[in-house]
């Protein structure tokens, strides 16, 4: 799946949230149904704690599932907790990556290839 991909280039994890609702959008009947596996894909961490609650929790699709509520709640907790902020001070970049959760984004904000 392409949107999983450490290739594509965005500049923030909520662009890739963005891409996957104008998508639905242009069928939302159709291809709501997708949006459970294709939110798997974003990783919530690199969201702002502020952007999760002032946009994803509060959007229907995510809302109106449990499975993507669930994968907001872990991704606060890892947020506040203590051993991330120590893992993301600045020039400290080396988050472990675990599949479907986390994508390298260097201080810069593009994403690069995992090596």
Known sequence: MLISSDEV??????????????????????????????????????VSRDYLHSDIVTNDLVNDNEGCMDLVKDAIKVIDSEEYRALTKPGTWNIPEHPGTFRN??????????K
Do not use: H
């Not at 104008?22 to 961490?45: G, T």
């Not at 984004?105 to 995992?114: D, R």
């Open 9 to 46: 280039d965005v500049s923030t994890e909520e662009d890739v949230f963005k891409v996957i609702l104008n998508w639905i959008d242009r069928n939302k009947r159709e291809r709501k149904k997708y949006f459970a596996d294709l939110f798997r894909e974003v990783r919530l961490v690199y």
């Open 105 to 114: 984004i260097p201080e810069q904000g593009k994403l690069s290839q995992n």
